[in-house]
């Protein structure tokens, strides 16, 4: 695979060992790591079965996928929210009249700036001394969908200034009026480009709502602590971290494995834009969480155009 | 609205000193784990970067606050002792973000061009004079905006250290030991949520200073 790495030459007889007695060396340090990490947990009693009674009943089993529905739950409907508010915000922010995109572009910056956990906790404990009283699960949405949607926003604005100028031009030249110019030109190939990073980011957005503890919403964390504290069930702390755990990565793993495959049918179906795919030469082996973490920091890679 | 702010004046210190620590301390561990995690990452050695790679997808898909959670009530079960919870914040976060770090690292070392390096050996340049004069200034360069946006993450990601462990003083867990003072929860939020955009602006406007100085021509 990396027969051309930037950082080392094609490994002789003399690296081949090397490589081959570190290789040796991490599989002993990870297993020992691993190792004594499940002596200490044998040791404690974690795995004695009275810890682990608790998942052969089928009431806590309704328990755990009641949160998971949840979880879902709040997932889809942010999803969804932020997509919309992304769209509304982007395409605000790249308006032509200043009294529109300035307002946009300071709702999306202070959105960005506050962490979504204050923002949850503004929105459940300060809003009832405003006398508005929210659900856990509309503070959790609503915050979510906020923080997400700004960030999505960005990534949508990205999208579009990296297509070159001529794409917007042609638009007008066949008499197409703004809209049109935005609707069938600019955002499809935008949203073809960004498909991964949105996707990168709809799995923070899924994360995110593991936070919904602090409002006591009751998402699988959530439910993960009650058992876990559950003196009848012998505080199986431990044993519902793992399950809970378990189920949160692969959910979360599922939807990352979602976004390689779309970048991987992008980068190869014919159809990709040929402006988008001169972009993405340029940077090669830049994973779509990498361009994420740049866009959700405020600082925007491929923004070749300059600003409207 | 500012009564909430003087009247409490040793906490907010407190929780914005909580805050900075739990932001220094664990963006210095995340950096130097990071750097170990990103290195095995682009390795020759298979094992080195399967590990590396695991590691990372493991962890990247995680909710911190999941990752909290383990530190705060798994952690020292195993560990069988009781643990300061400021450094369980800090470990947590630590190796939260140095997945992050590690995955800019690699794609920062992914930005320079294989013609450079080839380049550097054709003309005779030793294994570590190809590194320190002809890879890393170009990758360091490319990384420095990224690390940047991850530092402000982890920033905005202290807040969460107070989900599970509301002893941990800072700026996440000042709303409930204000509330039991009496304070009004929307004043002390505000004040918090604004110091958080402070904080936040003058980092992106400092990663904007380091990128336009810092610009690699290609």
Known sequence: MSQTSVLYD????????????????????????????????????????????????????????????????????????????????????????????????????????????????LLYYALPDLGVRLTPFQAVTIALIAYNGSVLAEVIRAGVESLPNGQGEAGYAIGLRKSGVM?????????????????????????????????????????????????????????????????????????????????????????????????????????????????????????????? | MLGALTDNWELWRDAVLGTLTLFFASGALALVLGFVVGAMRVSPVPIARAVGTAYVNTIRNTPLTLVF???????????????????????????????????????GINTVPVGQAEAARAVGLTFSQVMTSVVLPQAARAVVPPMMSVLIALLKNTTVAATFASAVINLGSIRSTLSERGENSLDVLLWVALFFIVLVLLLSWLQQVLERRWKVAR
Not at chain 1, 73 to 96: E, K
Not at chain 1, 228 to 247: E, K, Q
Not at chain 2, 77 to 84: H, K, Q, S, W
């Open chain 2, 69 to 107: 959670f383990v530190f705060v009530f798994a952690v020292p079960v195993i560990l069988g002792a009781r643990i300061d919870l400021m450094l369980l914040g800090i470990l947590a976060l630590g190796i939260y973000t140095a997945t992050y770090v590690a995955e800019t690292l690699r794609s």
């Open chain 1, 10 to 121: 094609v490994p002789g007889p003399k690296a081949r060992a090397r490589n081959a007695t570190l290789g040796v060396v991490t599989i002993v340090v990870v297993a020992a790591i691993f190792a004594w990490v499940v002596v200490r947990l044998f040791q404690t009693g974690q795995f004695e079965a009275s810890k682990w009674e608790a998942f052969g009943y089928q009431g806590i089993w309704e328990q755990i996928i009641g949160g998971l529905l949840n979880t879902l739950s709040a997932f889809v409907v942010a999803a969804i929210g932020a997509l919309v508010l992304a769209f509304v915000l982007a395409i605000a922010r790249m308006s032509n009249h200043r009294a529109i995109r300035v307002p946009a572009a300071i709702v999306t910056e202070l959105l960005r700036a506050v962490p979504v956990l204050v923002f949850m906790l």
């Open chain 1, 183 to 308: 609707r069938l030109i600019l955002l499809p190939q935008a949203i073809r480009a960004m498909l991964p990073v949105i996707i990168a980011q709809l799995v923070v957005a899924l994360k995110d709502t593991a936070l919904g503890v602090v409002v006591t919403y009751e998402e699988l964390l959530f439910i993960a602590r009650r058992l876990g504290s559950a003196a009848t069930l012998d505080r199986p702390i431990i044993p519902s971290t793992i399950v809970i755990g378990a189920i949160y990565i692969a959910l979360c793993i599922l939807l990352s494995w979602l976004a390689i495959v779309v970048e991987r049918r992008l980068s190869r179906g014919p159809k990709s834009g040929g402006s988008t795919r001169s972009k993405k030469a340029n940077a090669v082996g830049e994973t779509s969480t990498t361009k994420l973490i740049a866009i959700q920091g405020g600082h925007q890679q491929g923004s070749g155009a300059p600003p409207v």
